[in-house]
């Protein structure tokens, strides 16, 4: 029999528990009930490990392409990973493929079956500058021209709406609506993308990505879990100088590549963990998802990058996942394939029992309440 002090015990910890599970809620007021069991989940997921991603992991690898089921991760540990990036660049012009030459209904079946088997699917968007047609790297005054109000804004309003269209068909098998996580506008305090510090205010910024959440939501978009993320930091102050705010994005996270190895081993670890460090309070503080969104070493020139150089940068930080980038050409590519030098490295790294690749994700079941 319990005694009245283990009942008291009982509903307190029942209103702790049941207060945590309230604030995991997506920003999305009417987002879907399986996006929201998804959101609660991947904070839950979060405080056992981190997930490992790839881009494009499932639609090309190092002396392969539109493979049926193949995978570079898989071919070198036996299994896929959890997170699965894909880009929409060229949806806007109504393109069969995106920018690096991935076909849409094929991206969309493999998310489709990413979802079936348990795994997370994620999205960026590398979409042409909008006032003269051309790359999203084509740099310019663009964003002013775009927002409500300016003379471009009808084609960003269209192209917005593919996306809609795109994001509404992700499907299960019982029609039900597929959570994704998007991440649009990425890398923006860096000047590289038309998007990017140089060309806008972060009073334009804002409005851009805040405008584009309330567009998808006017389309009936109610499966994305929405994902701010920029490139390399300084401090929170810039990291968070053109954050759209509380109610517009669920995880946060920020893009860094590892270049000039092995000079700057050191320097990278030190940069990866003074920037988690710094936004991961945000994160807790504010019930966000953090995420390296984006990193790697391009080519993976050193034999021990796994263990040696990003374990240590991700430390004891509390992260949902770490997405790899494309294993796009031989001499662009940033997971390794049978035999590449780092190979079995990887091996061991994925061993870590903070380290969860598909196997791992799936018995953690992302979708199930
Ligand atoms: C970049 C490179 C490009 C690619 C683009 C979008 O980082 O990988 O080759 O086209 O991302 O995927």
């Known amino acids: 029999m319990k005694t009245n002090f283990q009942n008291l015990l009982y509903i307190i910890c029942s209103c702790w528990i049941s207060n945590l599970n309230a604030q995991y809620i997506p920003i999305d007021k009417s987002a879907t009930e399986s996006t929201k069991v998804f959101y609660k989940n991947l904070h839950k997921q979060a405080q056992k490990g981190f997930m490992i991603g790839h881009q494009d992991d499932l639609s090309y690898g190092i002396g392969w392409r539109n493979l049926d089921g193949e995978s570079d991760i898989k071919r070198v540990t036996g299994q896929y990973p959890a997170v699965f990036g894909w880009d929409l660049a060229h949806i806007e012009l109504d393109s069969a493929n995106n920018l690096d030459g991935v076909s849409f209904d094929k991206m969309k079946q493999n998310m489709k079956k990413v979802h079936a088997m348990g795994g997370v699917n994620t999205i960026t968007w590398h979409l042409r500058n909008p006032v003269n047609g051309k790359s999203a790297w084509d740099v310019d005054t663009v964003v002013k021209h775009?927002?409500?109000?300016?003379?471009?804004?009808?084609?960003?309003?269209?192209?917005m709406s593919k996306v809609a269209v795109f994001l509404n068909s992700l499907k299960d098998e019982k029609g039900n609506p597929i959570p994704v996580i998007f991440?649009?506008?990425?890398?923006?305090?860096?000047?590289?993308?038309?998007?990017?510090?140089?060309?806008?205010?972060?009073?334009?910024?804002?409005?851009?990505?805040?405008?584009?959440?309330?567009?998808?939501?006017?389309?009936?978009?109610?499966?994305?879990?929405?994902?701010?993320?920029?490139?390399?930091?300084?401090?929170?102050?810039?990291?968070?100088?053109?954050y759209p705010g509380n109610d517009f994005v669920d995880l946060i996270g920020f893009d860094t590549y590892h270049r000039n190895a092995p000079q700057s081993n050191e320097a990278f670890v030190k940069n990866l963990k003074r920037m988690l460090a710094t936004v991961e309070n945000y994160a807790e503080k504010n019930h966000k998802l953090l995420a390296i969104t984006e990193t790697g070493l391009e080519k993976v020139t050193d034999p021990?990058?796994?263990?040696?150089?990003?374990?240590?940068?991700?430390?004891?930080?509390?992260?949902?996942?770490?997405?790899?980038?494309?294993?796009?050409?031989?001499?662009?590519?940033?997971?390794?394939?049978?035999?590449?030098?780092?190979?079995?490295?990887f091996k061991e790294f994925v061993k870590n029992p903070k380290v969860f690749l598909g196997d791992k994700t799936m018995k953690e079941n992302l979708y199930k309440k």
Not at 308 to 331: A, C, E, F, M, T
């Open 146 to 159: 775009i927002l409500k109000g300016g003379n471009k804004n009808a084609i960003y309003q269209s192209w």
């Open 183 to 242: 991440r649009p506008f990425h890398e923006h305090n860096g000047s590289w993308f038309w998007w990017g510090k140089k060309f806008c205010t972060p009073q334009e910024y804002k409005q851009l990505y805040q405008q584009t959440v309330q567009h998808l939501g006017s389309k009936g978009v109610h499966n994305v879990i929405y994902a701010y993320s920029t490139d390399n930091f300084p401090d929170e102050a810039d990291y968070l100088e053109r």
């Open 304 to 345: 021990n990058w796994w263990t040696n150089i990003l374990l240590k940068g991700v430390d004891n930080h509390k992260i949902s996942y770490v997405l790899l980038w494309r294993n796009g050409r031989p001499d662009h590519y940033y997971v390794p394939y049978p035999n590449q030098q780092s190979a079995e490295d």
